[in-house]
């Protein structure tokens, strides 16, 4: 198994990511890619859970009511400068309230990681060349931020704003 960073620690993956033709994983828990996902949901259910990997081009808000009750959903970073993905996750999180696990896989580097945790994801598969150690502590590298997010921190302005009043 490989590792991975889940929940801010480094953790054992125990999902397996299925590519397009390959055979389903046999007793595991399995991340199909949208395509063959779509084609093989109205088949026999398996007893295994069943995890998504969207592109960075799908609508994920015309999708959500499909993947709404998904276990995992993984959001495909093709080249670390397209960030198409921290909007999906952004989207999925804020917007839509998916409570399941949101995992960037792809081009994940540790220039990436305070984002992706401010944008919602909660499991990051950073590329065999990142040290795990350097990717986890870079999810608290920048202690302040000045928007919103995902990760419950408040904004500097919210910050000043509750010190002025009190």
């Given amino acids: ?3 991975i960073i889940r929940d801010r620690a480094i953790v054992e993956d125990d999902w397996t990511i299925a590519a397009d033709g390959a055979a389903t994983a046999t007793g595991g828990r399995l991340i199909v890619p949208l395509a ?3 084609d093989e949901r109205a088949g026999p259910g398996g007893a295994a859970p069943i995890g998504v990997l969207l592109p960075n081009t799908e609508d994920v808000e015309a999708l959500y009511p499909q993947i709404a009750a998904l276990p ?3 959001l495909q970073f093709p080249k670390f400068a397209d960030g198409r993905a921290l909007t999906q996750a952004t989207l999925l999180r804020n917007r839509l309230g998916f409570a399941g696990e949101l995992r960037a896989v792809g081009d994940v ?3 990436l990681m305070f984002w992706l945790g401010r944008c919602g ?3 990051m598969v950073p590329r065999p060349d990142q ?3 350097a990717c986890r ?3 608290d590298e920048i202690r302040r931020a000045y928007q919103s997010g ?3 921190h408040l904004p500097v302005w919210v910050r000043r704003r509750a010190r002025a009043v009190g």
């Fill in 1 to 3: 198994m490989s590792r």
């Fill in 150 to 152: 995902a990760d419950g």
């Fill in 121 to 123: 994801f909660n499991a």
């Fill in 131 to 133: 040290d795990l150690e």
């Fill in 72 to 74: 995992l959903i993984a």
């Fill in 36 to 38: 063959r996902w779509r």
């Fill in 137 to 139: 502590q870079a999810l």
């Fill in 109 to 111: 580097v540790r220039d």
